[in-house]
């Protein structure tokens, strides 16, 4: 979701490109750079140690707008982040020709965990304040540290941010929720809130603990789950396309995915093609859609393991309450 921004911000198009790859210096084969996915694949057979990968880049901007715009020193960052460390590198790009620009951003191994996040900003001084946010890319690019192909594979992503005194200002009014599904752009996203609850986001991100702590882990964790699968579900169905005799198509992208994946237990009954006509049908028409949703947060739980862990988390809590009776 874009932030609205008070000032002038660029109309055109913004890109970047990968256009080539290497680690501890020695070209990364092409076929696990992929353009079209725009996704880079870093674990390969023989390369199970290295060191830093280094990505060469290439952003273009739309060079009439920008010559003849408002804005003065403008300048390309390219942005790496994961927020499974907590990492961000930002490295400028220097500007060539015909609205291009190039440089590279170096993937320490040691600082990345599993998937990382390529973007461009586009900054420049607009009255008189310089470094405002004037533009940014549509897509992302991921480089991905555990796949053998660079498939966009990974279906909704996990971000960590400040609801309260972040620099999303439209999370501001939910200050108070510890988290939120965002559904609005190419990829969901789960937003967790760093403000909301005080040790929300160390709790989740910790691997040990106590029973106690593990099992309220276990509990949250289904519930974000649960949640996500919910909104996601809900995004997929309001995006159904029609064919010619009024039969709803499966979507593409991660919305084909989570409606494969969820509706042999919302309709157990029927086939996927049955089962979309009749969801289709009940939310146009609107009947029985209470009992579809009854329906839904079965299917959303049974895919998060909702009841396993619930069961393992009340388990956990008898246990420990035994124990401090002894």
Not at 6 to 29: E, H, N, Q, S, W
Not at 134 to 155: F, M, N
């Amino acid at each position: 979701m874009r932030t609205a921004l008070p000032y002038p911000v660029v109309f055109g198009d913004v890109d970047l490109d990968i256009t080539a790859v290497t680690v501890d210096g020695v070209p990364l084969p092409y076929a696990q750079v992929s353009k079209t996915e725009r996704t880079v694949a870093l674990h390969q057979s023989g390369k199970e140690r290295w060191h830093a990968a280094t990505l060469l880049l290439e952003a273009k901007l739309p060079t009439k707008e920008i010559s003849e715009g408002p804005w003065k020193d403008v300048q390309c960052l390219a942005v790496l982040t994961e927020s499974a460390t907590n990492t961000r590198t930002v490295t400028s790009l220097g500007s060539g020709t015909g609205g291009s620009y190039r440089g590279s951003v170096e993937l320490a191994r040691s600082a990345h965990l599993v998937r990382a996040t390529l973007s461009l900003a586009v900054v420049g001084t607009y009255d008189e304040v310089p470094g405002r946010l004037i533009g940014s890319t549509d897509r992302h690019w991921y480089v991905d540290l555990k796949a053998d192909t660079p498939a966009r594979q990974r279906e909704i992503d996990i971000v960590e941010i400040d609801f309260r005194n972040g620099p999303e200002a439209w999370l501001r009014q939910f200050k108070d929720a510890p988290w939120l599904v965002d559904t609005s752009g190419e990829i969901p996203k789960v937003l967790l809130n760093t403000s909301a609850v005080e040790g929300f986001t160390d709790i989740l991100n910790s691997a040990g603990g106590s029973a106690i702590e593990r099992a309220l882990r276990e509990t949250m964790s289904s519930q974000i789950a649960q949640d996500a699968w919910t909104a996601m579900f809900h995004t997929a169905i309001a995006s159904l396309e029609l064919d010619e005799d009024g039969t709803p198509q499966i979507p593409g992208g991660w919305k084909g995915s989570v409606l494969m994946a969820m509706l042999p237990d919302v309709f157990p009954d029927r086939t996927p093609t049955d089962a979309l006509y009749e969801i289709n049908q009940r939310r146009t028409e609107g009947y029985s859609w209470s009992e579809l949703q009854t329906r839904l947060q079965y299917a959303a739980g049974k895919r998060s393991q909702v009841p396993k862990r619930l069961t393992t988390a009340i388990r956990s809590v008898h246990r420990a309450a035994e124990n401090e009776e002894r």
